[in-house]
C-alpha cells in the first residue's frame, strides 16, 4: 500500500503521475472517499497527466461518463454517484470499457463485485488540516 499525504493540489498532481505509471489498456482506478475529499481533482490531474493535450476535463456527475484520448487507451471517467444498481451499470453499457481502456471511477461501491480484480483501489480522507490518499 502506498499513502500520500496531500498539503497542496501539487502533491494530489504528484500522487496522479505516480499512478499514471500504472495505466495500461483494461486497467481500472476505484476512487472511494466522501463527497468533496478530492476523487474528481484527482481524477483530472490523472487525465491530464495521460493526455496533456486535453484542455477541458469536467467532471462526470450529470451525465455520468466522460471518455478522453490518450496514447495507451481510452479513458473512460465514470462517476457511479447516481446509479441505483448495478444493473444500471450494465444498461449503460459501461462495463465495456474493462475490455480496452483506462477506467477512473468515482463512487464505485454499488459496482464493487464487478470491479476487475486487478483494480487499483484508492481511498481519499481528509483531517482539519490535509488531504491523505491511500492505495491499496
Known sequence: MKKFICNS???TKKAAKYLSEFAKPRQCFA?????G???TTFAQYLIKTLNPKIESIISPTFNIIQTYPSKI????HIDCYRLKSADEFYDL???EA???CITIIEWPEIIENLLPNDTIKINFSKTTDLRIIEVK
Open 9 to 11: 493540489l501539487d502533491d
Open 31 to 35: 476512487l472511494y472517499g466522501n463527497l
Open 37 to 39: 475529499f478530492g476523487k
Open 73 to 76: 487507451a481510452e479513458i473512460w
Open 93 to 95: 453499457g459501461i462495463d
Open 98 to 100: 474493462f475490455s480496452d
